[in-house]
């Protein structure tokens, strides 16, 4: 979480200096979740589709820096060459599929990785997960995602990181339901609440959560009930969000309770953590200038082609 | 003996899990049921774990699919009715459609789309949906017209590493019948002269091939020698046969069942325009459905088509010019 942090922190100031072509869309706050998720998760095995800001998920469960700057910077040695950016990518080869931008839509696409490792006989012991944010729980794709994926009892952990606002509609105007997590039950399945804001909570209902789905016992609802600390996106400043929400507990920022979480703990001194942090930002440096370095795609050498078909199509 | 057009689909669909163990099938009520219109009848018996019922949840069908292709699987997802795949819209246009484009993986889904209209079925059970997909990069549309192309078609999308909307008649599937399962093969993206002539060009697919052929037989009294382009798929369109009949005939008609704003035979008149004004020796005309929802009751649906008698009709006036 804390190498996403200084990730995101970069970006943002790529963005506002002028170098990021589209948005930039950061997980502040949102770490602690985030990275738990992706932590729980077990790279080559398990699936997992990462949404807009979990850029702590997706380090955590093994992209690289390079595929983030990459893509944001526009290089065509990024996973998507140019052809889509910032957020929207991934390695479906890797079991971490490419987000689309309509929410709720990579629900019904982790159960259908799940259910094909089980027609392959490849599923025990596996599990598939994905984040939405509260504003996804009201769409169609979520609901007939998470009702499917309980009605074929897939290994299946939702996180919904509940940061209060839908770009800027709070959830007065999204649900009317007094905790998200009592949806579970109309599903169903388990559901959780956790607070989003304490990483050694999150850290255990997740680990709680995946076991239970990795174990047989179906889809596992997780609802992280935070404060998303920045805008929608770095065009966005966020100034609808009310002063009250901001010095409220969940307006306490995740990585700074991490931190203290960590020396309280004796997981970490704070010298050690400092001196994390600036190895973790000689890395991101170094992610960042190679993807400058690197060529951004031809139009001349684009091959314009959006099926992998040759036609006419003669089977072999 | 004889085999029906829906009987060459449940056949392909039998051979393709006889032979592929990737592939499977998920739709709703196909299991034990059969399916709406009995594509999948026995299927659920012969290949258990196979054939799947599912909720109807048209976008997470497409979404399972489209996760079950990225881990190697070959899914064909049978709508209900094609109609109802406007609830599938996004999985097939967002997801399905631009996932090689984005990330050099192909995803190889068949979407079964029983299509057009029949008496008394209304304006949610009728629908043509082949020119809205084909609008969109990244996916197959084919449009069998014969029993032997509803067979080796569905195959073949199968076997294509790209998501294919396969849409099939529900007119044809009891009225089609032909001596044998296996016709003039041809693969996808090739259309097939259905009827030589050489006076005008109807270029259509899927039914309306035969209501083409009919109003040919029935200009043939008056002289009139019609030749019939059956498309056989409208993404790719073999736009070459298309050319080289309108080359022979100097005419041309494109005939369609969907509605009449835009849709394929836009996209065949602007093309031959623009690639063979000079073949042209008349306007070019296009006759399709109504621009109306398709309505409920045969008399107004009969009208709401193109049938023989507005086809040779559309036909007369081509060759009147």
């Avoid at chain 1, 689309?100 to 392959?120: D, E, N, T, W, Y």
């Avoid at chain 1, 009310?242 to 004796?266: F, I, L, W």
């Amino acid at each position: 979480m804390l190498k996403a942090r200084i990730l995101e922190n970069k970006l943002s100031s790529l963005y506002k200096a002028g170098k990021i072509v589209g948005g930039v869309y950061l997980g502040k706050g949102q770490e602690a979740i985030s990275g738990s998720l992706g932590a729980a998760l077990v790279q080559g095995k398990d699936c997992f589709a990462p949404l807009i800001r979990d850029q702590a998920g997706r380090t955590a469960f093994g992209e690289s820096l390079l595929d983030c700057t990459r893509t944001y910077l526009g290089s065509v040695e990024g996973p998507m060459k140019g052809r889509d950016g910032n957020i929207h990518r991934g390695r479906p080869e890797m079991g971490m599929p490419a987000m689309i931008s309509h929410l709720g839509a990579q629900v019904p696409l982790i159960a259908g990785m799940l259910f094909a490792k089980r027609l392959k006989g490849t599923l025990e012991g596996c599990v598939g997960a994905t984040s939405v944010g509260d504003g996804a729980t009201s769409t169609g794709a979520f609901h007939e995602g998470l009702n499917l994926a309980a009605v074929e009892k897939l290994p299946m952990v939702v996180v919904v990181a509940n940061n209060q606002f839908a770009y800027s509609t709070p959830n007065t105007r999204q649900f009317a339901c007094a905790d998200l997590a009592e949806r579970a039950k109309g599903y169903g399945i388990a559901g959780f609440s956790v607070d989003g804001t304490d990483l050694l909570e999150c850290a255990k209902v997740v680990r709680k959560a995946v076991k239970r789905a990795r174990e047989g016992g179906g889809p596992q609802m997780i609802v992280a009930n935070l404060l998303r600390l920045s805008g929608h996106g770095e065009h966005d400043d966020g100034s609808y969000v009310p002063s009250n929400a901001k010095a409220g507990h969940y307006g306490r920022d995740c990585v700074e309770v991490a931190t203290q979480q960590m020396v309280d703990g004796g997981y970490a001194t704070v010298d050690e953590i400092l001196a994390w942090q600036e190895e973790m930002a000689a890395e991101v440096q170094k992610a960042v200038a190679q993807a400058q370095q690197e060529a951004a795609p031809d139009p001349y050498k684009e091959d314009w082609t959006a099926l992998s078909t040759k036609f006419p199509f003669i089977p072999s | 003996m004889s085999v029906t057009y829906i009987d060459a689909i449940r056949e392909a669909q039998e051979k393709l899990l006889r032979e592929d163990d990737r592939v499977f099938l998920y739709g709703q009520d196909i299991a034990s049921f059969g399916g709406a219109f009995k594509a999948t009848k026995g299927l659920a018996d012969a290949f258990p774990n196979r054939v799947f019922d599912c909720p109807i949840s048209e976008d997470a069908m497409i979404g399972l699919a489209v996760g079950a292709a990225i881990e190697g699987m070959r899914p064909i997802i049978e709508m209900q009715f094609a109609d109802f795949s406007s609830v599938a819209f996004n999985q097939i246009v967002n997801q399905a459609a631009t996932h090689f484009y984005r990330t050099g993986m192909p995803i190889p889904i068949t979407v079964r789309l029983p299509s057009g209209g029949t008496p008394g079925s209304g304006p949610f059970h009728s629908q043509s949906m082949e020119g809205i997909y084909a609008q969109y990069p990244g996916l197959v549309v084919v449009t069998p017209a014969t029993v032997s192309d509803a067979y080796h078609m569905l195959i073949d999308s199968v076997k294509l590493d790209d998501p294919v909307l396969y849409c099939e008649h529900k007119f044809l599937y009891r009225w089609l019948k032909s001596k044998s399962i296996n016709g003039d093969y041809l693969p996808i993206g090739q259309a097939r002269i259905a009827r030589p002539g050489k006076h005008a060009t109807v270029v259509t697919y899927s039914a309306m091939v035969h209501e083409a052929v009919r109003a040919a037989d029935r200009l043939q009294a008056d002289g009139w020698e019609i030749e019939v382009v059956d498309l056989r798929s409208v993404k790719p369109l073999d736009l070459d046969t298309v050319l080289a009949s309108v080359a022979r005939t100097g005419r041309l008609l494109a005939l369609g069942e969907a509605f009449p704003w835009g849709g394929v035979t836009s996209e065949i008149v602007s093309r031959v325009t623009e690639e063979g004004f000079h073949l042209l020796d008349a306007p070019p005309q296009r006759l399709n459905a109504r621009d109306t929802p398709v309505p409920y009751h045969p008399k107004l649906w009969a009208a709401h088509r193109p049938t023989p008698e507005s086809i040779c009709e559309a036909l007369r006036k081509l060759l009147s010019f």
